[in-house]
């Protein structure tokens, strides 16, 4: 997984349990909080270093903790932040990402969060909107969107890369985002012949864009500062595709 954050980008790795086709098959590495090492016929060979390294041992609200909730935090002061996991077909990453019910995954651990920091600001007032983009075969679909119609990418004039037509829509509550996901992975899975091999060939773009301001009748004594100004952040929650699919995605050159 990787993440913006004030530093730059951090990169950590999440080691998973294996699973059942994989049983049988012994861990060709050894993992430190901040190594791993890959074993080859009993030698050690090769170490890697990264920001932090999870164990199989460890949970989706352990990483979320300490790895994303730093980046919502601060996208709820205004500065945008990006969480993306990378990695090949089954390593993960929608397990991360977007859980299940007996793990949540960090976009809904993500969006609860949001929520709970609201209500402990009670001085500012907060407009959120989402939205939910999939890159599929060359092609942007809009998830929110029953319309077929295919978005356009483009640089705007501040270098700013835009996704022209993209539904937002206003939410007010974990459960409205919630349902907003439900709605676009059903039409994400509507979409797809063979929703596997979909969903491991395409990448998704859950986006929220928090705005805020101060609120006027809130401390009328205090002085006019620069917290009275609207902030607006945008945080992406990313899921890509398996890393060695990413050529049957069909993006190529910038779009890629
Ligand atoms: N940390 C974990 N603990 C337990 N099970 C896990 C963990 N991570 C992944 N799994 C399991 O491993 C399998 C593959 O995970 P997942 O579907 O998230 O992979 P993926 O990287 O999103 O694959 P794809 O690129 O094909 O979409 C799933 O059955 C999932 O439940």
Not at 40 to 50: A, I, P, Q
Not at 247 to 253: H, L, M, P, W
Request: net charge negative; glycine share 6%.
């Amino acid at each position: 997984m990787a993440t913006a954050n004030d530093d730059g980008v951090k990169v950590c790795i999440r080691a998973r349990p294996l699973i059942r086709r994989e049983s049988g098959c012994q861990a060709q590495w050894e993992l430190d909080t901040q190594q791993i090492k890959l074993i080859s016929n009993k030698e050690k060979v090769k170490s890697y270093m990264f920001d932090r390294v999870y164990g199989d041992d460890e949970t989706t609200r352990d990483v979320y903790e300490e790895v994303a909730e730093p980046i919502v935090q601060s996208a709820m002061q205004g500065f945008h932040g990006t969480i993306f996991a990378y990695g090949q077909t089954s390593s993960g990453k929608t397990y991360t990402m977007l859980g299940n019910t007996n793990s949540p995954g960090i976009i809904p651990l993500a969006v609860q969060d949001i929520f709970n920091m609201i209500q402990k600001t009670p001085e500012r007032e907060f407009l959120l909107r989402a939205s939910y983009l999939e890159i599929y075969n060359e092609n942007l679909k809009d998830l929110l969107s029953t319309e077929v119609t295919t978005l356009k990418i483009k640089e705007d004039e501040f270098k700013h890369v835009r996704v022209y037509g993209l539904h937002e829509e206003m939410v007010t509550s974990p459960d409205d985002v919630m349902k907003l996901m439900a709605r676009g992975e059903k039409l994400r899975h509507m979409a797809a012949t063979n929703m596997n091999d979909r969903s491991s060939r395409s990448h998704t773009i859950f986006k929220m864009i928090i705005e805020s301001r101060e609120r006027v009748d809130f401390n009328r004594t205090r002085e006019v500062s620069d917290d009275t100004a609207v902030k607006v952040a945008q945080l992406n929650m990313v899921d890509l595709a398996g890393s060695e699919r990413a050529s049957q995605t069909g993006a190529e050159g910038q779009r890629l």
